[in-house]
Every structure is written in structure tokens, then in C-alpha cells.
């Protein structure tokens, strides 16, 4: 690939249009191409700003084809803007394979900062920010959402989640049994919009406000939760101790099961321990 190619990872606003950063104005303005994730909603954020420049479509999941053209057009020597609808691309959004395709291929990659949703809100929960992790959206269904939280039921670091609106209520309640109710969390919705909602609640109280007021279940949500307290930490070490004991005498289930009687914790994510110690070993 000629190394003239460079492809621009852009952000754009996750609401305000007042949050464009005159860098990614120049980048949009002056680019070759525009990959963009909706071509209709990306083009009126482009038209807002006067910006004429031709996209191509994007997408993680796109046809081969996509992605081709777009690798082809850097081998070429052309600049290409990647944007998603909203936000930083990559962070639960598009652009992954584009990257990783075009940097191993020769491609100069730029990336211009700006708005993410995940970072915006963080920085109005007033929780811990020295260490956290961005968890992304949970799964869709309910018993995989439920083992995900149990794995992360005693990180000691603040959490961040993305999750949809339909499934925000459950998600919230799911939190409050397997994290504690009283555990903090911060549910913020819309950010940066017209109706943008920062509620700073216990988990329980959370849910019972999602519940009450059905605006609470409309538009973008982001959950930044706390993390699990110093007790719970000291008890996991001691989780994996038994585990590691019980693992030398018994199949993997049967430890993982044994342990999680003896020390109260969890038999699934003692189980993916087990497989993860197995492993290492």
C-alpha cells in the first residue's frame, strides 16, 4: 500500500453539534472520501457544517466489497475519513476491521479526538476514574447478560456499559442483585441533547426511578456503576485459593461448584476461572 494513504479516524458530536472540533471540520472538509456508518445520517451532519465531500458506506459487518474499496482507494494514495453516527469510531462502533486491515497494509492512521459518550459520562459520575473499564453493551439475552455481571461483580474499578433503552430496566435490575443493591451508579441518558438526564443513584433506587418514569427507558443510555468494595476483592483472592486447591483433587465443574459453596461466590465465574487456571498451567 502507498504510503500516502491515510485514513482519519474522526469523531463527531454525540448530540450538541456545538461539540465539532474545528480539527475534524478541516479533516472532513479536506478528505478524499468520507467512510461513514449511515451514509443518510452522516450526510446531514455534513450538510449542517457545508461539507460536500463524497462518502462511501461502512460498516464492521459490510460486504468484503466495502471494505475492499475503501483499502483500495488509501492504496491509491487517497485520504478517507472514517466516522460513525455518533461519537468516536471503534468504541462500540464501526471501524475495527477498516483499521486493522489498512495498518497492515501501509496506511498512514490518524486519529482526530473529540466526543465519546463513555468518557463524557464518566467524567459527571464523580466516581473513581484513576482505573476503570469500558464494558461496552451487555448481551442481549438475559442469562448471558446475567453471567457477563457476575464476572465483573467484583472488579474493584468503575464500570462503564452502553445499553439500549428496551432493555435498560432489566439490565439495572440484574445489576442491583448480582452487584448489590446499594452499590453507586450513574445512569446517564442523551447526553449532550435536549432532554439529557444525569440520575446518581444505589442501583436499587435506579431501578425504581427507570420503572416509574418511562422517559427513562428512551434514547442513548450510558451506566457507570463502582466498582466492587475492598471486602469483595480480598474474598475473590481467597475464591481462587480454594479453587486452586479443590482443582487438585477434582474435575473442573466439581471444584468450581465445591468452591463456590465453601466461599459463597459465584459457580459460573468460578467456572471460567477454573478453565482460565487450566490453562496457564
Known amino acids: 500500500m502507498n504510503k500516502t494513504g491515510n485514513l482519519f479516524v474522526v469523531?463527531?458530536?454525540?448530540?450538541n453539534l456545538g461539540d465539532m472540533v474545528p480539527r475534524a471540520l478541516q479533516v472532513l472538509q479536506q478528505a478524499?472520501?468520507?467512510a461513514a456508518e449511515d451514509t443518510r445520517h452522516s450526510g446531514r451532519l455534513l450538510a449542517h457544517f457545508g461539507i460536500d465531500t463524497p462518502m462511501v458506506p461502512y460498516h464492521d459487518h459490510s460486504d468484503e466489497r466495502q471494505l475492499v474499496r475503501i483499502l483500495d482507494l488509501l492504496e491509491q494514495g487517497a485520504s478517507v475519513a472514517l466516522i460513525s453516527d455518533a461519537g468516536t469510531p471503534l468504541i462500540s462502533d464501526p471501524g475495527f476491521r477498516l483499521v486493522r486491515e489498512a495498518r497492515g497494509r501501509g496506511a498512514t492512521i490518524t486519529p482526530i479526538p473529540g466526543p465519546c459518550a463513555a468518557i463524557v459520562a464518566l467524567c459527571a459520575a464523580g466516581l473513581p476514574s484513576d482505573r476503570f473499564a469500558f464494558e461496552g453493551f451487555l448481551p442481549a439475552k438475559s442469562q448471558q447478560r446475567r453471567t457477563a455481571l457476575e464476572a465483573l461483580a467484583t472488579a474493584a474499578h468503575t464500570l462503564i456499559f452502553y445499553e439500549a433503552p428496551h432493555r435498560i430496566l432489566a439490565t439495572l435490575q440484574d445489576m442491583a442483585e448480582l452487584f448489590g443493591a446499594d452499590r453507586e451508579a450513574l445512569l446517564a441518558r442523551e447526553l449532550t441533547k435536549a432532554h439529557e438526564t444525569l440520575i446518581f443513584a444505589p442501583l436499587q433506587e435506579l431501578v425504581q426511578r427507570v420503572r416509574e418514569d418511562a422517559n427513562q427507558q428512551r434514547g442513548e443510555i450510558v451506566l457507570v456503576v463502582r466498582g466492587a468494595p475492598a471486602q469483595v476483592a480480598v474474598d475473590e483472592a481467597e475464591q481462587l485459593r480454594v479453587l486452586g486447591l479443590l482443582m487438585e483433587e477434582l474435575p473442573l465443574k466439581q471444584a468450581a461448584a465445591l468452591a463456590?459453596?465453601?466461599?459463597?461466590g459465584s459457580k459460573n465465574v468460578l467456572y471460567q476461572q477454573a478453565l482460565s487456571l487450566k490453562e496457564s498451567r
Open 260 to 264: 463456590a459453596r465453601i466461599t459463597g
Open 11 to 15: 469523531a463527531t458530536p454525540i448530540g
Open 32 to 34: 478524499d472520501w468520507v
